[in-house]
């Protein structure tokens, strides 16, 4: 079987796949008689295998040439696999303890094959929704978004090498404008594809669309995604893109990477812990009423950013004399007018975060794409009063953004929506 041109992978050809590229067979030790295959692309866009014998396991990750859960009438590039393994292996050069290694990559067949997490990693948002603690999140993501971020930014880079980079990247322009759509469009306007739990939320969906001071806001927050290239952002770093155990966080799919705003990945890793927050009334019984599991995920997004401000300006400060253009040592020369600038960079930067956080949220609830977290709430009224509290924080959290002055007093603001 021939593999130079693109076609799907079924079980079955996909061991004939392994057997002729020695990447991948040499990690199960070509041995074939015991292995486990199955399909768990739980996802929209890609078929996802797992491989498990008995001397090693791989995930193959094939992208196809459309949305899978619409069909072929939404055609959707399949170069997104090239950005992935690219993605996956610059950010795991920079944080190698949170991503999963790529063994292999084949862009003709759109296919990457890389390391299986196994049991018992569970998607973290799973996680979030059964109530379960981990105590390492907010350390973990915080170093993984303070490396992969600043050592992809001017911060580290000169400018010639950012532009190189850029370049690179603008090719992934039809995940981008997906994300433009979906995130900074489609919520605000009447749209086919937008849904919300009717009839509950059916004024409050109305709402957005006739909320001319929120449509100013999500203005500027899509010009700064389309036009500011601050560093490699993974694109899509919800909860459902981290897999976690108790010990270990591993950041997955940065098919949607490029070179964007570092507030949007800090943005949606923060606004969905905000989304589980608000779910969590909906997913209280009489045995656990979730109150102090929603303090841990108030202490989780407060620690998170704390911790990325902290590690973030530490990078700043060893690299302050290094190849980064941004703020040149000879005139950024002592050390008040350095700590002038980092005030100002960071203050912004908690600024985009909470805006894009915002925005990522507002999505889920009136948009296309919805979150388990709200989903998984049976019954539609109990569903509707947690998403419309999630809304109504959003909407304010948006609009209001550049006056919170730290982290703590967005979490204060959360336990008031509540």
Not at 35 to 41: A, M, N, P, W, Y
Not at 75 to 81: G, I, L, Q, S, V
Not at 156 to 174: I, K, L, M, Q, S
Not at 244 to 258: A, G, K, L, M, Y
Request: hydrophobic content about 40%; proline content about 3%; overall charge negative.
């Amino acid at each position: 079987m021939s593999f130079e041109e693109f076609k799907p992978l079924s079980e079955e050809s996909l061991v004939e796949y392994i057997k002729a590229t020695p990447a991948l067979s040499s990690r199960i030790g070509d041995k074939y008689e015991d292995l486990v295959i199955k399909e768990v692309g739980d996802g929209n866009l890609n078929f996802v295998f797992i491989v498990v014998g008995s001397t090693g396991s791989l995930v193959i990750k094939q992208a196809l040439p459309y949305i899978r859960c619409i069909g072929e009438s939404w055609p959707m590039t399949k170069e997104r696999a090239y950005f992935e393994a690219t993605t996956l292996r610059k950010h795991g050069s920079l944080s190698p303890d949170h991503v999963p290694e790529v063994y292999h990559f084949d862009r003709a067949m759109a296919l990457i094959g890389m390391r299986y997490l196994e049991p018992p990693h569970i998607i973290l948002r799973k996680g979030l929704i059964a109530g379960v603690q981990y105590p390492f999140l907010a350390d973990h993501m915080s170093d993984y978004m303070s490396r992969t971020l600043f050592f992809t930014s001017l911060l580290y880079h000169d400018t010639t090498e950012h532009r190189r980079a850029v370049t690179e990247f603008c090719g992934n322009v039809e995940l981008c404008r997906l994300t433009e759509q979906v995130v900074f469009s489609d919520p605000y306007r009447v749209s086919t594809f937008n849904r919300w739990t009717s009839p509950y939320l059916d004024d409050d969906a109305k709402a957005v669309r006739e909320d001319s001071a929120l449509k100013l806001d999500i203005a500027e927050l899509k010009s700064m995604f389309c036009e500011r290239a601050q560093a490699l952002i993974h694109g899509d770093l919800h909860t459902g893109s981290v897999m976690v155990t108790q010990d270990s966080t591993q950041v997955i799919d940065p098919e949607f990477s490029f070179y964007g705003p570092m507030g949007f990945d800090i943005g949606a890793f923060l606004g969905n812990l905000i989304l589980a927050f608000f779910a969590q009334d909906g997913h209280a019984a009489q045995e656990d009423d979730r109150k102090e599991y929603k303090q841990w995920i108030l202490r989780t997004i407060e620690q998170t950013w704390n911790l990325f401000h902290k590690r973030f300006t530490a990078l700043w400060d060893q690299n302050k004399d290094g190849p980064g253009e941004a703020y040149l040592a000879d005139i950024y020369n002592n050390a008040e007018v350095l700590e002038l600038v980092q005030e100002n960079y960071m203050r912004n930067l908690l600024h985009d975060s909470l805006g894009f956080g915002a925005a990522k949220m507002i999505r889920r609830i009136v948009g296309v794409s919805h979150v388990e977290d709200f989903e998984s709430i049976k019954e539609d009224k109990r569903r509707a009063d947690c998403e419309r509290r999630a809304l109504e924080f959003g909407k304010m959290l948006l609009k209001e953004r550049r006056k919170f002055k730290c982290i703590g007093e967005v979490v204060s603001a959360i336990q008031q929506q509540s």
